[in-house]
């Protein structure tokens, strides 16, 4: 599957930032600010750890000769980080070849103007080339988003451990020192942060988007930090606490799932975003007190079957973009709007992890239906496409093979049916484009204590 999309992405769209498979040419799209190869740089460490040795030479040739660095236009801060400074520290930290080094530590120097603002909390836009930054358009009295500011952290620690430049680590820390100051709402985080104030701008607070990877970048940051991060530790579990004080629901059904909520009042919806979070909590549960750690790999085990009946519900066996649990309705969209299925990865990232920490083979059975889904409706001549509605066996194609696709979806289903040694858990933390970057066993040099 991987060869099959990295080969007509190659063949139809190389350089272009995605494939669009029914019309075999490439989109650039505009999250990236004038940067281009977002599929090449996603691709890479796949390629390498599949051994695919040819295709990753061919990806490799293209960052070399190609991957140009000036370049001018609105690029999403988190997005570009994700996908090209995670894609090309983890490809570096795998292969010791030094442009990938280089590339990451110049792209890493351009975002940082995006710091510039009265509390140091970034702007989501940042133009590459002249160092402006503004928020989203979209996002409430001009603030930034809880998921894109926090979810830096693993990728600028390391940049300043590869560079010896400080800079990087201290304005991670610095976001999270302004999230310490700001009082929370019952505990839980909001979405929408003024970084002209530090003041929550709205109070909306998911598991899902717009807040999810954040949750994600703290755990992590304890487990990349070789467990010495105590800060991000206790930000982690308290704020889980929460989350299952306020949010954590059983539908009539029996099924759990996570709600969002807005300013106290629940909404009983789980985005297909949120289905990482049965990966993460059983990640933190391998380190809870060990009177909360059956609790919580149950709480996970629970979670991450739930997003399993989302598939299962569906016509295709592939989960709707967002599902819910109201007016006699289980783990089902209700909205036409809700049906679309990208080729996301978070549900096949928990079955890995719930794999990986427990052995239960039907993690397995569960990722093998994706995969026989993904190749039933999904496959198209010249590469894999989202389809419109997961709820019937005849569904029309998106026509865009995402980069997370070849980042993620096929990275975590090729791990689920590895041996628990390929990147093990206790020596590498795979950011949130599932780029795996090292375990600090040693001490970063550079890294802000505090
Ligand atoms: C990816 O880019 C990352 O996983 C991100 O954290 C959320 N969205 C996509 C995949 O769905």
Known sequence: MMKFAWDNYKLYALGKNELRPLTKNGHIGNMFGGLRGATVVDALDTLYIMELEEEFQEAKKWVEKSFDLNVNGEASLFEVNIRYVG???ATYYLTGEEVFKSKALELGEKLLPAFNTPTGIPRGVIN???GMSWSWGWASAGSSILAEFGTLHLEFLHLSELSGNPVFAEKVMNIRKVLNRVEKPQGLYPNFLSPVTGNWVQHHVSIGGLGDSFYEYLIKSWLMSDKKDSEAKKMYDDALEAIEKHLVKKSAGGLTYIAEWRGGVLDHKMGHLACFSGGMIALGAEHAGQERKQHYMDLAAEITSTCHESYARSDTKLGPEAFRFDAGTEAMATRLS???????????ESYMYMWRLTHDPKYRQWGWEVVKALEKHCRVEAGFSGI????????????????????????????LFCEDDVLSLDDWVFNTEAHPLP??????????QQ
């Not at 809700?338 to 096949?348: D, S």
């Not at 375990?439 to 802000?448: D, I, L, M, P, Y």
């Open 338 to 348: 809700e049906r679309y299925y990208i080729l996301r990865p978070e549900v096949v």
């Open 388 to 415: 419109r509605d997961v709820y019937t066996t005849t569904p029309t194609h998106d026509n865009m093979q995402q980069s997370f696709f070849l980042a993620e979806t096929l990275k975590y289903l090729y791990l």
């Open 128 to 130: 590459l080339g002249s």
């Open 439 to 448: 375990v600090n066993h040693t001490n970063f040099k550079a890294s802000v």
């Open 87 to 89: 894609g090309l520290l």
